[in-house]
């Protein structure tokens, strides 16, 4: 599937499994859809579980952002060892908002370490693109 067909099939989840995780998948999806930027197939079908799961109530939304987080991560450093630098920049700033809402939600009702573990995704970047 091309890049539309993903964020297609995204849109389309986010109406079937209309919930508070879909209202905030579905804005953000139709701006990048506006602009082309890419997205992996892999990235494309977490989006679609995590909608199905917290929807069904078998996952929590804190969850649903560290998933998508780790996966944008992933998408960003390859985009930029590729060249894409847009590409790039955008997914590291889906890593980065998505982190962000997984510490806020997550550190009420989790025994987590949210500066340790971004300490973690500061240093996976670093050496990923000095490498």
Same mark, same amino acid.
């Given at each position: 599937?091309?890049?539309?067909?993903?964020? &297609? +099939?995204?849109? =389309?989840? #986010?109406?079937?499994?209309? !919930?508070?995780?879909?209202?905030?998948?579905?804005?953000?999806?139709?701006?990048?859809?506006?602009?082309?930027?890419?997205?992996?197939?892999?990235?494309?079908?977490?989006?679609?579980?995590?909608?199905?799961?917290?929807?069904?109530? &078998? +996952?929590?939304? =804190?969850? #649903?952002?560290?998933?998508? !987080?780790?996966?944008?991560?992933?998408?960003?450093?390859?985009?930029?060892?590729?060249?894409?630098?847009?590409?790039?920049?955008?997914?590291?700033?889906?890593?980065?908002?998505?982190?962000?809402?997984?510490?806020?939600?997550?550190?009420?009702?989790?025994?987590?370490?949210?500066?340790?573990?971004?300490?973690?995704?500061?240093?996976?970047?670093?050496?990923?693109?000095?490498?």
């Amino acid at each position: 599937m091309n890049t539309k067909e993903l964020r &297609e +099939k995204i849109a =389309a989840s #986010c109406r079937q499994y209309d !919930s508070l995780y879909g209202k905030l998948v579905a804005p953000i999806n139709d701006m990048l859809i506006d602009i082309d930027a890419d997205i992996s197939e892999k990235t494309a079908n977490q989006i679609i579980e995590n909608l199905k799961l917290f929807h069904e109530g &078998e +996952k929590y939304i =804190a969850d #649903c952002h560290l998933d998508e !987080s780790n996966n944008f991560m992933e998408d960003g450093i390859e985009q930029l060892h590729k060249g894409n630098l847009a590409d790039g920049a955008l997914q590291l700033f889906g890593a980065g908002l998505n982190f962000a809402s997984f510490a806020a939600k997550a550190a009420s009702s989790k025994n987590i370490h949210p500066q340790q573990m971004l300490n973690e995704r500061f240093q996976r970047i670093k050496n990923a693109l000095d490498s």
